[in-house]
């Protein structure tokens, strides 16, 4: 069955320094991911995705991804981190055939320091 | 980007009656929306998917008559929280999938709703 292993439940970095936050999935052909930001008491944005093609995808706010299927991992980086990306990040995957289902990781709580 | 609204933003209500929420894409035709529910400081969880027309599919474990779901049109489905109780309390988050682009959702804003 899919699934999605975020590791990190709360990570903390200092505004300016850079940020990965980690995620791996589990699933059997080419995963469809994506990362989503949550602010709190708000729905869910998507930051980027991967279908297929180049591994490494640019998304919004300046974060980008990297697909490493020899790791089934699917990483977040941000090369600088600002106070308003403070949020909740939630990695998914699709769950199979053309139904829209997706399958999320638990979360990575992002503080940042000033 | 597609835009998703959700109805309303928050409620608050007495043990034993029952919520109605709205999600509604605005701009596109939702082939599928998905009800998840979300605790503190957690993930979501997928409750039930809607198709337009036809009957929800409701995950394990979750109650089809507590959480009546109706997709009547391919723009409006709503969640409906019968005989609600304090345990019902929850953040409740839509999304709209047009089955055009696998797999792209589009979220609501979300629902809280206290149950009291």
């Known amino acids: 069955a899919q699934s999605v292993t975020q590791p990190d439940i709360h990570i903390t970095v200092s505004e300016g320094a850079s940020l990965e936050l980690r995620c791996n999935y589990s699933?059997?052909?080419?995963?469809?991911l994506f990362w989503y930001v949550q602010s709190p008491g708000q729905g869910l944005q998507l930051l980027l995705k991967y279908f297929s093609g180049d591994t490494l995808v640019q998304g919004i706010k300046g974060f980008e991804a990297e697909f490493k299927r020899s790791q089934s991992s699917f990483n977040l980086r941000k090369p600088s981190v600002h106070w308003s990306d403070a949020a909740e990040y939630f990695c998914a995957v699709g769950a199979g055939s053309n139904t829209g289902k997706l399958i999320f990781g638990q979360g990575t709580t992002l503080q940042v320091k000033p | 980007g597609a835009v998703v609204s959700q109805h309303p933003s928050w409620v608050i209500c007495k043990s034993g009656t029952s919520v109605k929420i709205e999600c509604r894409s605005l701009?596109?035709?939702?082939?599928?929306m998905f009800w998840y529910r979300q605790f503190p400081k957690q993930s979501l969880m997928l409750m039930a998917t809607?198709?337009?027309?036809?009957?929800?599919?409701?995950e394990q474990g979750v109650e089809k008559d507590k959480f009546l779901i109706n997709h009547a049109s391919l723009t409006l489905s709503t969640l409906t929280v019968t005989s609600a109780h304090p345990e019902d309390s929850s953040f409740y988050i839509c999304s709209a999938f047009s089955g055009r682009r696998s797999y792209e959702q589009y979220f609501g804003p979300g629902t809280r709703l206290t149950v009291t």
């Open positions: 699933y059997g052909a080419t995963p469809y």
């Open positions: 701009d596109f035709q939702a082939t599928t």
């Open positions: 809607s198709n337009e027309g036809s009957k929800a599919t409701y």
